[in-house]
């Protein structure tokens, strides 16, 4: 198990093993194997992962909210946290409705606090697709949103780290069994990323692998157990994760 650097076109990709960890200066050790050989997990294993609610305008209206003048930030145990093609367990025995939430994540690649927005840049260490898996009845059961978004399994994370990308207006697709279910732009982000950096950094220390959630677009729904669902972000990649009973 080792953290690597996925090089070469589509099809054709390989897989560039590094020593120790990705945040700082990269050894490879001269290992190389395709990518269709290597299972991946999350691309880290965060100490916290804060997400953002209500962050696009339509979504906040689906769900009959306000949207906020300020970020809205609730966060997810690092034990949530899985990666490419392992499966979200549905939880059955205590909710009978969980939903999708197809987002763009940041990962933050510097110990870091009190960002100003001009210096986040200096933080991020690239982006990745998540799925901000939810409990809706629990949700709204419970007023806050701890027990909703905590299950194990509840934070796909993945396929990879994209380090290189302009994430300001990048196409955001989530589908379930194929069908298509949300359909936004990072574009349509009531705060942007370097707001949601300073604003998160004003509270609390980030380290390096800390993840940030950006919000959901508009069309969340329900999966059941059973479903294959896909975050789609232009210039990342696939996320795909199947549905399965904890029972
Ligand atoms: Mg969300």
Not at 67 to 95: A, C, N, R
Request: aromatic share 6%; charged share 20%.
């Amino acid at each position: 198990m080792s953290f690597g650097v996925v090089e070469g076109g589509p099809g054709e990709e390989f897989v560039s093993t590094i020593s120790g960890h990705p945040f700082g200066d990269v050894q490879f050790t001269g290992e190389r194997f395709p990518l269709t050989q290597v299972k991946l997990l999350a691309p880290m294993l965060p100490s916290k992962v804060v997400a953002i609610g209500r962050n696009y305008a339509e979504h906040a209206r689906e769900l009959g909210n306000e949207v906020p003048d300020e970020p809205l930030i609730f966060m997810k145990p690092s034990t949530t946290v899985i990666g490419q093609h392992e499966p979200i367990v549905y939880p059955t025995s205590l909710s009978h409705r969980v939903d999708h939430e197809g987002e763009l994540a940041v990962v933050i690649g510097r110990l870091c606090r009190e960002v100003p927005v001009e210096r986040v840049k200096d933080v991020i260490f690239g982006y990745t697709c998540a799925n901000d898996v939810t409990a809706r009845d629990l949700q709204k059961k419970d007023v806050q949103f701890t027990r909703a978004k905590s299950f194990d399994t509840f934070c796909p994370l993945g396929p990879w780290i994209q380090t290189d990308l302009d994430a300001s207006d990048l196409a955001l697709t989530t589908t379930v069994n194929g069908d298509v279910r949300q359909s936004g732009r990072t574009s349509q982000l009531i705060h942007d990323i370097p707001t949601l950096v300073a604003y998160v950094t004003a509270v609390m220390t980030l380290i390096p692998g800390d993840v940030i959630l950006t919000g959901t677009p508009a069309g969340v729904g329900p999966l059941e157990v059973g479903d294959e669902v896909s975050v789609g972000i232009e210039g990342i990649g696939t996320l795909t994760n199947k549905v399965v009973s904890r029972d």
